[in-house]
């Protein structure tokens, strides 16, 4: 007779917990990117919490959006003083003064860079989203596209992706990253970029390679530093790296520089998988 009472006193415990069990599940797939929201079928005990959860996560989604907006609109309103500023840097006038005009100009585009490194730095949302995802065959398709487009030469543009792989990172934060290294890539490249992406129990692993003159590799560290460019013949966004960099450390992920199989560069992206609960 006790054993009987203590198999249903289990089966009865079992029963009274699972709704935690389920919500706990939920709550990691949240985590992976799996879902956007908790489901609203729980016990009446339960409902205050899963309520408040969801009302957070679309607070801090929504105010995330608002930022953003926010920055992209400080962006483009400091553009018009800093065009006109160049304007007058580039005055006869000053032609006279080479020694001023030269120091005028390369403090202007010391504050346009400064400027738009900090404001992709604020705009990025890191892990503060658990329920965003990146879904790889949606978005790879339309940004190399893109990237095609802008660039308009022969490059030979791949991606290589496990058929609905998503990536549990916020969407925006990825195509930055994304977009950074294939317009570099593209920028160096003769004719091949390549883009793959893996996943495993330990991570995301991201490879971009180009058939580029590729970097020495005593410069490689250099070139992950801060405000350190060694293309000032491609006119654009420099290597990008800085953006990227500072992506992949609010992720808690590395990057690595090397020599690439089709002869370039190769850069190699590392990514934690967020543990699950």
């Not at 309520?51 to 801090?60: K, M, R, S, V």
């Not at 400091?78 to 001023?100: C, D, G, H, N, Y």
Request: aromatic fraction near 4%; proline fraction near 4%.
């Amino acid at each position: 007779a006790l054993f009987v009472l203590l198999l249903l006193q289990r089966w009865l415990v079992h029963r009274a917990l699972r709704p935690l069990e389920q919500t706990r599940k939920q709550i990691a797939q949240l985590q992976q990117g799996q879902r956007a929201e908790l489901d609203n079928e729980v016990p009446e005990e339960l409902l205050p919490l899963v309520g408040q959860i969801n009302h957070l996560l679309a607070h801090t989604e929504e105010t995330l959006k608002r930022s953003r907006n926010a920055l992209g609109n400080l962006g483009h309103a400091m553009k018009t003083p800093l065009a006109v500023l160049f304007s007058l840097a580039s005055r006869e006038e000053l032609v006279q003064l080479p020694e001023i005009r030269k120091n005028l100009e390369d403090q202007l585009e010391q504050i346009e860079q400064r400027m738009g490194r900090e404001l992709g730095r604020a705009r990025l949302a890191g892990d503060v989203l658990p329920g965003a995802y990146f879904d790889c065959d949606r978005e790879l398709p339309s940004l190399v596209s893109t990237l095609a487009m802008i660039h308009r030469r022969d490059i030979n543009l791949q991606w290589h992706a496990k058929p609905g792989l998503r990536l549990a990172r916020d969407r925006e934060d990825v195509l930055e990253l994304l977009g950074n290294l294939l317009d570099n890539a593209c920028k160096w490249a003769n004719s091949q970029v390549e883009l793959r992406i893996e996943t495993t129990a330990q991570g995301y692993y991201i490879w971009v390679d180009d058939d580029g003159p590729g970097i020495a590799e005593e410069k490689r560290s250099e070139v992950l530093s801060r405000g350190i460019r060694l293309d000032e013949q491609v006119s654009g966004h420099g290597l990008g790296l800085g953006i990227v960099r500072d992506i992949v450390e609010a992720w808690g992920g590395s990057i690595e520089l090397e020599q690439s199989d089709l002869g370039g560069l190769r850069v190699q992206i590392t990514l934690p998988i967020r543990p699950h609960i």
